[in-house]
């Protein structure tokens, strides 16, 4: 763990702040920016509680945590409105739900024409305990956003409207899927947290990510 790395972390997460930038609001020189930030000195109590709340975050999470989770893979962090869809869904639950939930929804967009399928999904928090800790499940839905028109049997049609969500891109997401996927949300979370955005998780889908080679991750904002 790093201060220096933290600090330089949640500069670059808040609008890509410039070392003058913060070092005007905290009203010390540059230099002493740069020293935090290559960890040659540290700030005096003072200075910490100022930067704990210019950065929306705790002395814990500056001093005692890794907070930078990102990768070479991330890019184009952003907040962006998402236009509204419909789509329908499908709920797995079990060892790997994640296969067989998104080759559902690939199958539906075969069986009703869609040739160029777009497919989300988003982990399912809905269930027991005995499930998770004694079977080792856990739980996955997958959701085809709908062209104009198109209605599949079966299935009910939902509609998501138009909202801001925190996003970020990752290549290559499943090279290391257990470190990446994760991570990204972790540095989602840390961006929404220090632009004083907060999470939204109802009239909504809360969250989600896009399926392919490369994916974006999503979190309802405001």
């Known amino acids: 763990m790093s201060f220096g790395k933290n600090l330089q972390y949640l500069r670059q997460l808040s609008a890509n702040m410039t070392q003058e930038m913060l070092a005007e609001k905290l009203n ?7 020293k935090w930030e290559m960890d040659a000195t540290n700030p005096e109590m003072d200075k910490a509680l100022e930067i704990c709340k210019i950065f929306n975050c705790s002395l814990d999470n500056l001093f005692r945590e890794e907070m930078d989770k990102r990768s070479d893979a991330y890019s184009n ?5 998402v236009e509204g869809f419909r789509y329908v869904e499908y709920t797995v639950i079990s060892h790997d739900p994640e296969t067989d939930a998104i080759g559902r929804m690939y199958k539906c967009a075969e069986e009703n024409g869609i040739t160029h399928p777009r497919v989300i999904g988003w982990d399912f928090p809905k ?3 005995e499930q998770v800790n004694v079977f080792n499940m856990h739980g996955y839905t997958a959701a085809l956003i709908l062209p104009k028109d198109i209605a599949p049997k079966g299935y009910e049609i ?3 409207f138009a909202h801001q ?5 990752i290549d ?6 257990f470190v990446k996927i994760p991570g990204a949300y972790h540095t989602l979370q840390d961006y929404m947290r220090t632009n004083g955005l907060v999470h939204v998780d109802h009239e909504v ?3 989600f990510e896009t399926d392919g080679e490369s994916m974006d991750v999503f979190i309802a904002c405001r």
């Open 205 to 207: 889908i809360p969250s």
């Open 172 to 177: 290559r997401p499943f090279d290391n899927p």
């Open 127 to 129: 269930l027991s305990q």
């Open 77 to 81: 962090l952003r907040t962006e409105e």
């Open 165 to 169: 969500y925190a996003a970020i891109h």
């Open 28 to 34: 010390v020189s540059r230099q002493t920016i740069s």
């Open 158 to 160: 939902k509609e998501q």
